[in-house]
């Protein structure tokens, strides 16, 4: 029996939320070991625009993976989801690390697409199969 159209955003948010959390608190637990100027340095933006940034990317790809949920049911449905939710992580990724010129060129296109392709394939297609097993 389907759940309804705001159940399933409200789960994808949540997901989302959940996610941004996870990878914030790496980030969290990595500034703390290297310190700010060391964690700077290498990471480019400090903490917190960090933790702005895996807030927002969560939250829009939660949202993305909610409004398209129904489309789970399926494998290749499934394996779309994963992608659309890993597009707006990597997107933002790209925009913050990659250098000024190639923040809107093809360098983030390919960061974007080889990212979200790969990852979100590998985890949309990877919850299915825990779900629904081998068929």
Do not use: K, N
């Amino acid at each position: 029996m389907r759940r309804g159209f705001a159940a399933d955003v409200r789960q994808g948010v949540r997901w989302g939320f959940t996610y941004a959390c996870i990878y914030g608190f790496f980030a969290a637990i990595s500034f703390l070991v290297r310190g700010s100027a060391r964690f700077e340095a290498t990471v480019g933006v400090d903490l917190l625009v960090l933790l702005a940034g895996f807030l927002l990317a969560g939250l829009t790809g939660g949202l993305l993976v909610g409004i398209f949920l129904p489309l789970g049911a399926r494998l290749m449905g499934a394996v779309f989801l994963g992608w659309l939710g890993a597009a707006p992580a990597f997107a933002l990724g790209g925009l913050a690390f990659l250098p000024w010129d190639d923040r809107f060129g093809i360098r983030l296109l390919v960061v974007t697409l080889g990212g979200s392709l790969t990852l979100g394939t590998l985890c949309g297609g990877g919850v299915w199969f825990r779900r629904h097993g081998r068929r």
